[in-house]
């Protein structure tokens, strides 16, 4: 976030204001990357704001920090109210973005991090809209291979990971295009540069499984739910390049890019016609529809901000 954003930030359980939430420079994470982060979504909708799947994505965090030995010193439960509470102090009405982060704090240059290494939470807030504009992304498979589970996790959700996504990211973009893909170290589809891929061929859904270097996209699970109760059958196994070159429909989702559909990978149009297709359009509709609590069954997957406001 290049500006600020909610005037508040909660800082190892305080509201601290925005221009006083700074940390000294040499923080550890600041060097070697030792941090873990959440991507969350609040939705301005039926006069409140509703946080998307917010227990689940602190509970990822938690998570993620165990994989690295990070102490994160609130439960995921504290997290979600000191959210809430957060967006309740920024007087936020409008969609939103909300990042939670755990990092190491002062351990000198020392590269034994351990549960009793000092670590930091803080939560940040600001308005979001669309993450890509436009409907239906132009995408190429990029000359980067995703990280590895054999070298840096990429189930955990840690900051030093995202270098991988940058390289990817910038060598789209230098060439054209919205979005990277990154195949894994055997070949195989892993994921974008920031969120998970499916595919749809004669009308089923397919799409890489975890083991395949990707990330535990929450929204990929929302994904899977919404479509296996529209009544599509989906399938997580090995994609290979080429499939993306036959697929009907592909989409990617993730908490910034919600659903979107993809209209072409490496310049070869995808379906007849790059067009988002009916599987990816009923998927993202009921997306939207959940999100913005239009959808009495997927309600659990809410948390609203202004309870007493709706009494
Ligand atoms: C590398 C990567 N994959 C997938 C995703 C999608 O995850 P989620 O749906 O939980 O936002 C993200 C988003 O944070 C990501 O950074």
């Known amino acids: 976030m290049k500006e600020k954003g909610g005037e508040f930030v909660w800082f190892d359980g305080k509201f601290v204001k925005w221009e006083d939430a700074k940390v000294p420079v040499f923080t550890h994470a600041l060097h070697y990357g030792t941090a873990v982060f959440e991507g969350i979504r609040g939705y301005a909708?039926?006069?409140?704001?509703?946080?998307?799947?917010?227990?689940?994505?602190?509970?990822?965090?938690?998570?993620s920090a165990g994989v690295y030995s990070i102490s994160l010193?609130?439960?995921?439960?504290e997290l979600a109210s000191a959210?809430?509470?957060?967006?309740?102090?920024?007087?936020?009405?409008e969609s939103c973005y909300i990042r939670p982060l755990t990092f190491v704090g002062l351990h000198g240059i020392d590269l034994n991090v351990t549960k009793s290494s000092p670590t930091h939470t803080v939560i940040i807030t600001f308005p979001f809209?669309?993450?890509?504009?436009?409907?239906?992304?132009?995408?190429?498979?990029?000359?980067?291979?995703?990280?590895?589970?054999?070298?840096?996790?990429?189930l955990a959700k840690a900051a030093g990971n995202y270098l991988n996504s940058i390289m990817a990211t910038q060598e789209s973009k230098r060439n054209g295009y919205d979005e990277s893909i990154l195949l894994d170290?055997?070949?195989?589809?892993?994921?974008?540069?920031?969120?998970?891929?499916?595919?749809?061929?004669?009308?089923?859904?397919?799409?890489?499984?975890?083991?395949?270097?990707?990330?535990e996209g929450i929204t990929r699970e929302s994904a899977i739910k919404i479509a296996k109760d529209l009544g599509y059958e989906v399938t997580e196994r090995p994609i290979?390049?080429?499939?993306?070159?036959?697929?009907?429909e592909i989409?990617?989702?993730?908490?910034?890019?919600?659903?979107?559909?993809?209209?072409?990978v490496d310049g070869h149009v995808?379906?007849?016609?790059?067009?988002?297709?009916?599987?990816?359009?009923?998927?993202?509709?009921m997306y939207e529809k959940i999100v913005s609590a239009g959808a009495k069954e997927y309600m659990n997957w809410l948390t609203p901000v202004w309870q007493t406001q709706q009494k």
């Open 45 to 63: 909708a039926k006069n409140n704001l509703y946080i998307f799947r917010l227990q689940d994505h602190m509970e990822r965090l938690h998570r």
């Open 73 to 77: 010193n609130y439960s995921a439960k």
């Open 83 to 93: 959210t809430v509470e957060l967006l309740q102090k920024n007087k936020m009405k």
């Open 129 to 154: 809209a669309k993450y890509f504009k436009g409907e239906g992304i132009k995408v190429c498979v990029s000359s980067w291979r995703r990280i590895n589970d054999s070298t840096t996790p990429p």
């Open 185 to 215: 170290l055997s070949g195989n589809v892993s994921e974008a540069s920031g969120e998970n891929i499916f595919l749809v061929r004669r009308g089923k859904i397919y799409t890489p499984h975890l083991a395949d270097s990707a990330l």
């Open 240 to 248: 290979s390049r080429t499939e993306l070159y036959m697929a009907d």
């Open 251 to 264: 989409f990617l989702t993730g908490t910034a890019a919600e659903i979107v559909s993809v209209s072409s």
């Open 270 to 285: 995808v379906g007849n016609n790059g067009k988002e297709g009916p599987v990816t359009k009923g998927i993202r509709e």
